[in-house]
């Protein structure tokens, strides 16, 4: 008997929800590490800038709503 039955959800469901925790926490350590790349090189640049600046990248990473992401 899987663990999975005990809690009432399905074994897809309950793997399913573990890939889409991963990817976006792959995701979101790569726009940490991108909004720190930068705010190295210029430590004073606000959140619109930097949105703008790494506009491309998070279109890239497929996120559904980008601007939760910097504001």
Excluded at 5 to 20: A, E, I, N, P, S
Excluded at 49 to 57: D, G, M, P, R, T
Aim: aromatic share 12%; hydrophobic share 40%.
């Amino acid at each position: 008997m899987f663990v999975c039955t005990l809690f009432g959800v399905d074994r897809q469901l309950y793997y399913g929800k573990t890939t889409r925790r991963k990817t976006r926490h792959s995701n979101a350590s790569k726009v940490v590490f991108l909004v720190l790349e930068i705010r190295q090189a210029m430590s004073r640049i606000g959140a619109k800038k930097l949105y703008f600046l790494l506009n491309s990248e998070l279109k890239g990473l497929k996120f559904e709503e980008t601007n939760s992401l910097i504001f």
